[in-house]
């Protein structure tokens, strides 16, 4: 609001086109330099003056009521008058959900495999995939997630065989990922010493893809009791699916995509194998069907992205999926837009990096595995100890327990740029102090024993009379956290830009500091009428926010911690 009245006496002072400002105001690096800043940089060149000049001189005549303009260098900073601006502010922080377009939204996001561990790469996809989810349906889009479960291909036949030869079903009962993984690695040792073993794997696979009623029974049995201990874990995460659809939903439906592909022409031999070639856009060829004819990954995926637009009626197909999958997805995309599938170019894969548990990969084939409802459970119980320490009297410890440990968990991922790789800290991660996750959680649960003391005289009394604002004293640290509390929906218009819930974490994160500042340096329950209302709404307004900003990353917020 306030920058686009700005923009507008700007744009009428320049005779510019309307809206052409807007896009150029800046927030100030420093807000002692003032609210927003305007660079004349770009203007230098059109008026072929220094823009320390030009800046000087816009200073001169700029007029707005409640804005002072004033020159520094090359800038031109906006001081907005703040008890003019703070009622207006006030109730634009209570503000109302962005509308979106409805459109559909296919979200790809987990997509463990059964029989394999679930690895950390599948714990990043389910929670960013969850918080993008959360942002788009609060946007007003209408997303749909999908588990495009792993539970199809060889794996299978050598989950089968190791099964026959040393698996215990009871073992596989108790614990189905940790037991999958001991049968799997005993495969890859064994079949070393017994190649064997190896032909064996292909003949179950084989028989499975056959529908041989045995691989059928054991095949269903291992999806089955994967898919238990995976649904546990989804529910400590708070994350639901719309669809769960493995691979092997799309068994049925890859004939016709390679009928289409052949009929296109666009099939060439390869070594035996059958591939897409893609020389023109300097990608190798996408395998479509290997040497024994059996199809493999890249097909079952441009099944998927055609049942998901034609069927799930996709407007947008996203794929939260690790950065080494870049270029399987490019090849993908690359064959359907070859396809004649125009919308291909909706299709964007949403990759992240690689995230290291105190320097140790989750979940490898060899070596040092760490499983992730270990890292769970250790969380909460670290999380159980420091609680038991700060408030021994706190009521429901267990579940503030759960929901701030694994809070610490999402937020320690959702806080960085997807992109980037990850060495996560559990220690850290659980800390009350610093940039983690309880800290939002308990700055949170701070505000609300405010208010709770308040008793609840406080909610549902804005608007505040103008002549109360008035006569109180903005010091700088609420009217920070004032102008911040406006920014919500811009921080979700740039998350969803760029697909980024670090934009949503780190703007709790603003929020909690200014807050603790503003608690720091004002006493929000004074007997002073005015400063006690007026703090009191920032309050209900920060805690507002803050629950915002917690509910779409998937983070829990007990009112008391
Ligand atoms: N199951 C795959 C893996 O673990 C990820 C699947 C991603 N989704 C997709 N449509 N390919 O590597």
Redesign the pocket.
């Known amino acids: 609001m306030m920058l686009s009245q700005i923009a507008a006496a700007l744009d009428a002072l320049l005779e510019w086109e309307q809206g052409t400002a807007e896009t150029m105001i800046e927030l100030p690096p420093d807000p002692k330099l003032g609210d927003a800043a305007f660079p004349c940089f770009t203007l230098a060149k059109t008026l072929r003056k220094p823009p320390q000049q030009i800046a000087a001189e816009l200073a001169e005549r700029f007029t707005l009521e409640g804005v002072e303009a004033s020159a520094a260098g090359a800038y031109l900073n906006f001081r907005l008058d703040r008890a003019i601006y703070a009622g207006r502010l006030l109730q634009e922080a209570e503000g109302s959900p962005i509308t979106g377009t409805g459109e559909t939204v296919v979200i790809?996001m987990s997509?463990?495999?059964i029989a394999k561990p679930f690895?950390v790469?599948?714990l990043r996809s389910t929670v960013i995939g969850a918080a993008l989810y959360r942002m788009h349906a609060e946007a007003g889009y209408n997303p749909v997630s999908v588990n495009?479960l792993?539970d199809w291909g060889t794996q299978f036949g050598k989950m089968i065989t190791a099964y026959k030869h040393w698996g215990s079903e009871e073992k596989l009962k108790d614990s189905p990922i940790r037991e999958s993984l001991s049968l799997y690695v005993r495969f890859h040792d064994e079949v070393e010493q017994d190649p064997s073993l190896d032909i064996e794997a292909r003949d179950w696979f084989r028989r499975l893809e056959n529908g041989d009623e045995e691989a059928l029974r054991l095949w269903r049995y291992f999806v089955e009791v994967s898919l238990t201990e995976f649904n546990r874990m989804y529910d400590r995460l708070g994350v639901h699916f719309d669809k769960v659809l493995g691979e092997s939903f799309y068994n049925d439906k890859m004939g016709a995509v390679v009928d289409e592909l052949r009929a296109q022409g666009l099939l060439e031999e390869s070594d035996g194998a059958q591939v897409v070639r893609l020389d023109d856009q300097e990608m190798p060829p996408c395998l479509i069907l290997k040497s024994d004819g059996t199809t493999i990954?890249p097909t079952r995926?441009l099944a998927?992205a055609m049942y998901r637009h034609d069927q799930l009626g996709a407007d947008k197909l996203l794929?939260v999926?690790g950065a080494e999958?870049s270029l399987?997805f490019r090849q993908v995309f690359a064959v359907l837009h070859k396809m004649g599938r125009e919308w291909a170019k909706h299709c964007m894969h949403i990759p992240f990096g690689l995230m290291k548990f105190e320097g140790k990969k989750m979940s490898t084939r060899r070596g040092k595995v760490v499983f992730l409802e270990e890292v769970l459970d250790e969380a909460v119980s670290r999380a159980a100890a420091i609680i038991d320490e700060k408030n021994p009297e706190l009521q429901n410890r267990k579940e503030v327990a759960e929901a701030v440990g694994i809070g610490a968990i999402i937020f320690g991922d959702l806080k960085n740029n997807r992109i980037g790789e990850i060495n996560f800290s559990l220690e850290e991660a659980v800390q009350f102090e610093g940039e983690t996750g309880p800290y939002v959680q308990y700055t949170y649960a701070r505000a609300c024993s405010v208010l709770r003391r308040a008793g609840d005289d406080y909610r549902g009394k804005v608007p505040i009379e103008s002549d109360a604002l008035s006569g109180y004293v903005w010091d700088e640290a609420s009217w920070e956290l004032l102008k911040r509390l406006c920014d919500y929906q811009t921080e979700l218009k740039r998350g969803l830009l760029r697909y980024e819930p670090s934009v949503i974490a780190r703007y709790a994160l603003d929020l909690a500091k200014l807050f603790n500042r503003f608690y720091h340096y004002n006493k929000v329950l004074t007997d002073m009428p005015i400063e006690r209302k007026i703090r009191l709404q920032i309050t209900h307004l920060t805690a507002q926010r803050l629950r915002w900003a917690l509910g779409l990353l998937g983070i829990g917020t007990p009112e008391e911690i």
């Open positions: 790809d997509s463990p495999n690895g790469g599948h495009h792993g990954y995926d998927t794929y999926v999958q399987h």
